[in-house]
T-cell receptor, first 112, second 116 residues
């Protein structure tokens, strides 16, 4: 099992550019989520999904879109990047919301 | 609404000292789950423990122990005889009952420095 994989590991964008952060898991987990980590702010939930075709907003969803067409993949889209979106992004998955989450290695994003 | 508070932003102790990291939570539910994760300097997030609200027994795993007290809504984490390798950011997290809210909420973390 590869676990939870994220690509890319590092990315630099210019303000206004769009991009997609990829997340995939091979553990057949239903629950997947995206977090951003900023200094002093901990892990803040952006979006989550309880299964294929179902997504919902977390604490800080503005500026981000998600979709869940398959159980394995949960991409995060930045439609028009802003410097405030400079952060480290973590994807996580678990069998259910009450179960242990497995985290990907993270993507460090810088928006200039 | 659910909330997790880790009041200690940063702690420094000398190696071999014991240290306790505090976690206080808020929830409307009687059924919920609490977690601790570790983030070492390398950046990955590592699961440490999961506890459901009906199990108030304290847990010990080697030098790590957890004290769950529903009366004070706390789930504190103690490292005994700390080591330099324990230096990391530690996060506490809360997940509420099914059909209430599917979010998992993390605290802001406590950065622990173990000084040699």
């Amino acid at each position: 099992n590869a676990g939870v994989t994220q690509t890319p590991k590092f990315q630099v964008l210019k303000t206004g550019q769009s991009m997609t952060l990829q997340c995939a898991q091979d553990m057949n987990h239903e629950y997947m989520s995206w977090y951003r980590q900023d200094p002093g702010m901990g892990l803040r939930l952006i979006h989550y999904s309880v299964g294929a075709g179902i997504t919902d907003q977390g604490e800080v969803p503005n500026g981000y879109n998600v979709s869940r067409s398959t159980t394995e993949d949960f991409p995060l889209r930045l439609l028009s990047a802003a410097p405030s979106q400079t952060s480290v992004y973590f994807c996580a998955s678990s069998y259910g919301r009450a179960d242990t989450q497995y985290f990907g290695p993270g993507t460090r994003l810088t928006v200039l | 609404a659910q909330k997790v508070t880790q009041a200690q932003t940063e702690i420094s102790v000398v190696e071999k000292e014991d240290v306790t990291l505090d976690c206080v939570y808020e929830t409307r539910d009687t059924t919920y789950y609490l977690f601790w994760y570790k983030q070492p300097p390398s950046g990955e997030l590592v699961f440490l423990i999961r506890r459901n609200s009906f199990d108030e027994q304290n847990e010990i795993s080697g030098r790590y122990s957890w004290n769950f007290q529903k009366s004070t809504s706390s789930f504190n984490f103690t490292i005994t005889a700390s080591q330099v390798v324990d230096s990391a950011v530690y996060f506490c997290a809360l997940s509420e009952a099914p059909n209430r809210d599917d979010k998992i909420i993390f605290g802001k973390g406590t950065r622990l420095h173990i000084l040699p």
